[in-house]
Structures are given as C-alpha cells and as structure tokens.
C-alpha cells in the first residue's frame, strides 16, 4: 500500500519568504509527526498530533513555525519569514496510533528546505 | 524525558556482529526503547523495539538490562548494506505521549 509521501521534495526559497510543507499520513494512522534533519545532524522532535488531541507545539523551535493538522489526515508544516537556519530536510512520520503498548513509526522520504 | 547517548561512530567488516550500545539513565516506567536505521536520503526505517530483557525479530536483537538505563542493538553478521546511521529512540507510547527523543545516532561504517 501506499507509504507516507511528502511534498514537495525539493524547496529552494529566498530568505524571508514563507513556506508550506505537506505531508500525507499512511491511511487510518491516526498519530503524525514531524522532525526535523539538519546536514549531517540526528533528528530534531517539532510536532506530534494524536487524533483530535490538541497537539504539543513545544518542540517548535520558534513562533515562525507552526503546523496543522485536518482531522487525521494530511498535515502541513509552516515556516514564516524563512532564516537561513531553518534549511534542512524535514520529515514527516505516522503510526497507528497509541494503544497502551508500543507502535512504530513510518516515516516519509522528507522534504528538503533551502533557505538563500 | 529520557534523552539518550550513543557512539558517534563504528566500523566493522562484512560477517562480523555489531552490538551498539544506548544510554537513556532517565528512562521512565512507560518508556519502551525502539531503534531505527536510517540510510542517506531517505527518511528512518524502524528496526526493533523492546520494553525489558531480550527481544530478536528476523533483522535484529535488543538486549535491556533489568534496570533499563541502557539497550545494546545487536546485528549478526553485517553485510555492506548495513552500512547506515542507526538511532535509540526512547519515549512513553501511551495516550500522554508528548515528545520523541532521537539521539545523535551511531553511524555503522562496515567494510569488505
């Protein structure tokens, strides 16, 4: 079946300029994630939404990014008045969703943000 | 939250086993311990995750200690293709879930 896909692949944009991302969940996965990656770096946590829970924000790392989700599909990711910094790749995972025992995540091949 | 510590690095050759160890010394009751494999370009693929003591599925083995302030991943006879960035991730799964932690990850250079 389908996986997670992410659009676009590929974003190059001016600093300054907005930017949305979007990610498409594998279908009845109730729980999304996004995460960031810079250049050689490990995966930064950013957002989580468990159904129509209200999602923790805290890991955004300002008030430049915020995300959305609609019901318990897709989601996007947005990044105003983009710095150079915010270039990396960012991901998106899903997962079933919590069950009382563990569940693995499924994560997307990522979008790539360039910030110039 | 547990946060975790793990090698920055390892080499290996083909056949050999690789144990790669992950500290999380804040680990919570409802934490389970997973481990992902993540490949240049591609996004993580998950490997393997336990609770306590030993599990084995057909890639991989995760050994927890009793006090499960550490995990070693264990792949038998690595081949070439394993050559990957490998993550302990540690996070309670639970209906409070708030925050995955991935660690700096361990990158497995294996060898001819």
């Known amino acids: 079946g389908a996986g997670v896909s992410q659009s676009p692949s590929n974003k190059v944009t001016e600093k300054g300029k907005d930017v949305e991302l979007r990610c498409d969940p594998i279908?009845?996965?109730?729980?999304l994630y996004w995460y960031r990656q810079r250049l050689g770096q490990g995966l930064e946590f950013l957002i989580y939404?468990?159904?129509?829970?209200?999602?923790?924000k805290s890991g955004l790392p300002s008030d430049r990014f915020s995300a959305e989700r609609t019901g318990e599909s897709v989601s996007t990711l947005t990044i105003q008045r983009t710095q150079q910094e915010d270039s990396a790749v960012y991901l998106c995972?899903?997962?079933?969703?919590?069950?009382?025992?563990?569940?693995?995540?499924?994560f997307g091949p990522g979008t790539r943000l360039t910030v110039t | 939250l547990a946060k975790t510590t793990q090698p920055i690095s390892m080499d290996s050759y083909e056949g050999q086993e690789v144990n790669i160890t992950c500290s999380h010394n804040?680990?919570?009751?409802?934490?389970?311990i997973t481990w992902y494999q993540q490949f240049p370009s591609q996004g993580p693929r998950f490997i393997i995750q336990?609770?306590?003591t030993k599990v084995t599925n057909e890639v991989a083995s995760l050994f927890i200690p009793a006090d499960r302030k550490s995990s070693t991943l264990s792949l038998p006879r690595v081949s070439l293709s394993d050559t990957a960035v490998y993550y302990c991730?540690?996070?309670?799964?639970?209906?409070?879930?708030?925050?995955?932690?991935f660690g700096s990850g361990t990158k497995l250079n294996v060898k001819p």
């Open positions: 995972a899903s997962s079933p969703g919590p069950s009382g025992i563990s569940y693995e995540q499924y």
């Open positions: 279908s009845g996965h109730t729980a």
């Open positions: 939404f468990q159904g129509n829970s209200a999602p923790d």
């Open positions: 804040n680990i919570a009751t409802n934490d389970y």
């Open positions: 336990g609770y306590k």
């Open positions: 991730l540690v996070g309670d799964m639970g209906y409070n879930f708030n925050k995955f932690y």
